[in-house]
């Protein structure tokens, strides 16, 4: 079938300068599949072929532009295809396909064509009707459950005789399948439970591997509290009831979930050292598992530090590896993707997400030529946006004396303010070895960043300037001396709440250390790291500790406990209390009179960039009325 589109008056118009492209979503045996259409420009419109599948009922489009969609005003590009036989019927699930595409509310659409689906209960169920009366043969059985969903929105109790029919119509039919559908609008539709126990003990005498027997197993996993016996669980429903042939919209509408499973057998294992689990399932892992398996197992315990990187390295290989095996295939939960779309979202997510972890497991365990094959594919996506990989590349880049692409790499990094302070160093090795000294450093530094972000992100900071009275406050340093608030009057006050526990708090204090350096001249800033919601007995020689390990010249203080609490938060609750906002790092900029001028929580991953706000943040706060 041959398309052509004009993108006069449409969200495109002026936007084709690098062409248009389509999206084409076939209804295909009464399962919406997704394919990319080349469109060639034609006297400035649009034409294109799509290779109709012989069993496609409709050919729904899509045109885009670079960021500009066109779904025609919400209303669908749609083409409800023709009968093989040249007669007046539509094509079977022809009339199905154009009833669902819209009725997005009973999740049979195309997940995010629309941005706001619009169709009649009336209409959903006329065009449901049309299927089943013009094709009985063909799509009675595929479309029972949705044409259930459209007779009884439409007729209410009035139309129940009709549903049971079809009821019985799928129980006559037989077929694991068939009750399984019977079984939905059982439970969906008509809300019978003693109706789908009843058929529930007929699917698990006739099917004893099939999907209720699966929902029987998952529930006695799922309730058992013992890990041992968990674990043990989980195997077995993996063994008995592999994913690769479960029925997804059953397991979808019954919560089962393989994620809670896989995550479970792992996780138990792993708490007890047993890594080699992960073995036994990372070849065949989905790809929803996957994401969660290498977040928490790799990635947290990498953060924190709780499993050597030499541990990590084979089971992160493997993962990465079973990542690698869907660059190129689609995976059933991104149906609604072309295979463009999905490469383009796969290798975004891959490089955000995966690299950067795996990219620092590589070097800390040796494998430096794999740690830069994919370095320089992550910033391929990342354009020198993540400071954690550019210090990565950096290192590796001048372990191997590429001078030229190593500077590229450390000006690239500094114009986006995504620098570390590892990076600085090798910044200012070069420069001294130029200029034989030290002097000006700090200004080419500053030349090295882009001045309308800098000017951007100041102007911003200036807008989110507040004036909050912060309540006084009592706290113990690092010596047992104590701190307070009213002590400090007169002076600008950072106030930076942080746990042992806390990965993020961690990782922002390099960028915290440049900024209490760059006012330790300065007798009227003063900054405290406040060690608050800690649980374990030891927290304060934990903090001692880690400060010291570190390196880092920090003034500690120690958050109160109140009696009854599980921890100590006295101060930090009553910031949250302030500002309605939780979560660790959080900082506090105070002014001489004891104000709140700047409250931030969170870490956003690069160090000169925390370290400049801070800095922003003192000085605006030391200007201030």
């Not at 004893?208 to 016996?229: I, M, T």
């Not at 979202?345 to 490089?351: L, T």
């Amino acid at each position: 079938m041959q398309i052509t589109y004009d993108p006069a008056n449409t969200p495109l118009q002026g936007q084709t300068e690098r062409g248009v492209r389509a999206l084409v979503y076939q209804f295909v045996n009464f399962k919406w599949k997704a394919s990319d259409l080349e469109m060639r420009p034609d006297s400035g419109k649009y034409k294109g072929v799509v290779n109709l599948d012989k069993n496609s009922g409709i050919a729904v489009f899509k045109f885009l532009a670079g960021d500009s969609v066109d779904n025609n005003q919400d209303q669908s590009y749609a083409h409800l295809l023709a009968a093989p036989d040249g007669g007046n019927s539509q094509a079977v699930g022809a009339y199905a396909g154009w009833g669902l595409l819209r009725a997005d509310r009973f999740g049979h659409g195309i997940s995010g064509y629309f941005k706001k689906a619009s169709i009649t209960d009336t209409a959903f169920y006329y065009w449901m009707n049309s299927e089943i009366t013009r094709h009985p043969l063909e799509s009675s059985e595929a479309v029972a459950y949705p044409f259930s969903q459209s007779v009884m929105v439409y007729q209410g109790q009035s139309g129940i005789p009709r549903i049971k029919r079809v009821i019985g119509f799928l129980k006559n039919k037989g077929g694991e399948q068939n009750l399984l559908r019977a079984r939905a609008i059982y439970q969906q539709v008509l809300h019978q439970s003693a109706a789908v126990d009843s058929l529930d003990a007929i699917l698990l005498e006739t099917y004893p591997r099939g999907s209720v027997a699966r929902l029987k197993a998952y529930r006695v996993f799922e309730q058992e509290r013992e890990l041992d016996k968990k674990r043990m669980l989980g195997e077995r429903f993996l063994a008995d009831f592999p994913q690769s042939s479960t029925n997804v919209e059953f397991d979808e509408m019954n919560r089962v979930s393989y994620l809670n499973v896989y995550q479970a057998v792992i996780s138990i294992a792993w708490m007890k050292k047993d890594y080699q689990v992960l073995s036994r399932y990372a070849s065949g892992l989905p790809y929803p598992v996957l994401i969660n398996v290498f977040y928490r197992n790799i990635q947290n315990l990498h953060d924190r530090k709780d499993v050597p990187d030499e541990v990590l390295y084979p089971y992160a290989k493997q993962l990465v590896t079973r990542f690698e095996n869907f660059r190129s295939e689609t995976p059933t939960e991104h149906w609604q993707l072309s295979s463009k779309q999905w490469a383009a979202q796969y290798e975004d997510y891959f490089a955000k997400s995966v690299l950067p972890t795996y990219i620092n497991i590589l070097r800390n365990t040796g494998h430096e030529n794999d740690a830069l094959t994919y370095a320089q594919r992550a910033e391929e996506t990342l354009k020198y946006s993540r400071a954690s990989v550019n210090e990565d590349y950096a290192f590796l880049l001048n372990k191997r004396k590429e001078s030229e692409r190593l500077r590229e790499v450390l000006l690239e990094s500094m114009k986006l303010n995504q620098s570390t302070p590892v990076m600085l160093g090798m910044i200012k090795e070069d420069y001294v070895r130029k200029h034989k000294s030290e002097d000006g450093f700090d200004a080419y530094l500053n030349s090295l960043k882009d001045e309308k972000l800098t000017a951007s992100n100041a102007s911003e900071l200036k807008s989110e300037t507040i004036n909050v009275k912060m309540p006084d406050w009592k706290m113990m340093d690092l010596n047992g001396k104590q701190v307070s608030s009213a002590s400090l009057r007169g002076k600008t006050v950072v106030l930076d709440f942080w746990a042992t526990w806390c990965v993020p708090c961690k990782a922002s204090m390099p960028g915290m250390k440049m900024a209490v350096e760059h006012f330790s001249k300065d007798k009227d800033v003063v900054f405290y790291f406040v060690d608050t919601e800690e649980r374990s007995l030891t927290y304060k020689q934990d903090a001692a500790k880690y400060i010291l390990d570190n390196k880092y010249p920090f003034n500690v203080l120690f958050d109160n406990k109140i009696t009854g609490e599980k921890t100590n938060n006295e101060v930090y609750q009553q910031a949250i209390k302030i500002f309605k906002l939780s979560g660790i790092p959080m900082k506090l900029v105070i002014d001489p009179k004891g104000n709140v001028r700047y409250f931030k929580s969170g870490y956003h991953g690069s160090p000169t960039a925390l370290a400049d706000e801070m800095i922003e943040m003192v000085n605006f706060t030391k200007k201030a009325d």
